[in-house]
């Protein structure tokens, strides 16, 4: 099913606008989630080496992964007898969570262990963000080699070095904050990412301080596509140049009752990433999954380079879809993490071709 895409978008903000009467409520309350403490740039550390191959099969911390200049913390998750050449998916939690939080909600490492892949969690301290927010609209942790989206580059190749893990199939999902900071990774380092996952999340240069990040939240700054897309070729002049690079397929989920990100966040992230590839927006494959809409664009190749599920009914959370037989607890239900009735863990794995496998001693 085709149809253009600006009018089937409006239709949904219409339908959003209708619930928008609790909308204060909730920039308050992400006014406060939002809120920053002082923000220092710590001097290089040395790297220490923990012993790669010796994981306890649990979530665990690693350190000296490089100059870390946003001081973030690195947890990892590799399966026993992960075989060489593995996939690695990288996860941004949201604000007021950590790594473990997200991950017990989100079951990313348990998927890891059925299916053969590596999982890293960057994770905010509270001495950069008192809500542990990441800093997505900060110019000083969203610009190439600094900050904040250096410290995660940091992080993947400790990853790729430490774990023989494929550079060809690195991916990254994210959640809110987690999901503007996805959009920053995928926009400052598009080389590095076969694909991304972007949950309630915002478009890259979306905004440039609090204020404005206050302001995006609750409606997308008014820009068209071209200048959207222009923010990301502006961001990573280097990797379009020539115009040969493979970019990375980018899938955005927003739920239709969000009222701490607006949904035009998801429309802005569509513009962006359409134009980036050259994509017609009106012309998309519209389907149902799990009862909820899904719209897929394909590159000239037949690749779908992006996606967009909306979910029905849905507030601001990761949509998940509970297992109840499983001993792992995966897709578990809490806060930001919501029961959809469709996995988001799930079908971004499926859809990176992350499929269960028999895991290879090195």
Same mark, same amino acid.
């Given at each position: 099913?085709?149809?253009?895409?600006?009018?089937?978008?409006?239709?949904?903000?219409?339908?959003?606008?209708?619930?928008?009467?609790?909308?204060?409520?909730?920039?308050?309350?992400?006014?406060?989630?939002?809120?920053?403490?002082?923000?220092?740039?710590?001097?290089?550390?040395?790297?220490?080496?923990?012993?790669?191959?010796?994981?306890?099969?649990?979530?665990?911390?690693?350190?000296?992964?490089?100059?870390?200049?946003?001081?973030?913390?690195?947890?990892?998750?590799?399966?026993?007898?992960?075989?060489?050449?593995?996939?690695?998916?990288?996860?941004?939690?949201?604000?007021?969570?950590?790594?473990?939080?997200?991950?017990?909600?989100?079951?990313?490492?348990?998927? *890891? =262990? @059925?299916? #053969?892949?590596? $999982?890293?969690? %960057?994770?905010?301290?509270?001495?950069?963000?008192?809500?542990?927010?990441f800093n997505w609209f900060r110019p000083s942790n969203v610009t190439r080699d600094r900050g904040e989206v250096m410290s995660i580059r940091q992080m993947i190749e400790r990853m790729v070095t430490a774990h023989g893990i494929d550079r060809k199939r690195i991916y990254v999902t994210g959640l809110s904050a987690g999901g503007a900071m996805t959009a920053a990774m995928l926009s400052t380092y598009p080389e590095l990412f076969a694909g991304g996952g972007i949950i309630a999340g915002l478009p890259y240069g979306a905004a440039r301080d609090v204020h404005r990040a206050l302001a995006a939240m609750k409606k997308a700054?008014?820009?068209? *596509? =071209? @200048?959207? #897309?222009?923010? $990301?070729?502006? %961001?990573?002049?280097?990797?379009?140049?020539?115009?040969?690079?493979?970019?990375?397929?980018?899938?955005?989920?927003?739920?239709?009752?969000?009222?701490?990100?607006?949904?035009?966040n998801a429309e802005a992230l569509l513009q962006q990433w359409l134009d980036l590839h050259g994509l017609d927006p009106a012309r998309f494959i519209e389907g149902q999954v799990e009862g909820h809409t899904k719209r897929s664009w394909k590159d000239a190749s037949g690749r779908v380079a992006v996606e967009f599920h909306l979910i029905e009914g849905m507030g601001h959370g990761t949509p998940l879809k509970p297992r109840a037989a499983s001993r792992s607890r995966a897709d578990t239900p809490g806060p930001f993490m919501l029961d959809a009735g469709i996995s988001s863990t799930t079908r971004l794995a499926d859809s990176w071709g992350l499929k269960k496998q028999t895991l290879l001693a090195r």
């Open positions: 099913m085709r149809s253009p895409f600006k009018f089937s978008f409006s239709s949904m903000l219409r339908q959003q606008r209708r619930l928008e009467k609790t909308v204060l409520k909730a920039v308050k309350a992400s006014r406060k989630a939002i809120a920053l403490s002082p923000f220092s740039t710590p001097a290089p550390v040395k790297p220490s080496v923990r012993p790669a191959k010796k994981t306890s099969g649990k979530l665990e911390e690693v350190t000296g992964f490089g100059s870390n200049p946003a001081r973030l913390h690195m947890l990892r998750y590799v399966p026993p007898q992960l075989p060489r050449k593995a996939p690695l998916v990288v996860v941004l939690h949201g604000c007021q969570q950590n790594a473990r939080d997200y991950d017990h909600g989100s079951g990313w490492s348990t998927l *890891a =262990r @059925e299916r #053969g892949f590596a $999982v890293l969690y %960057a994770e905010q301290t509270r001495g950069n963000n008192a809500n542990l927010c700054p008014d820009r068209s *596509a =071209r @200048e959207w #897309g222009d923010l $990301v070729r502006t %961001a990573s002049p280097h990797a379009f140049a020539g115009g040969k690079m493979s970019l990375p397929s980018v899938s955005v989920w927003h739920g239709t009752r969000d009222h701490t990100v607006a949904l035009s």
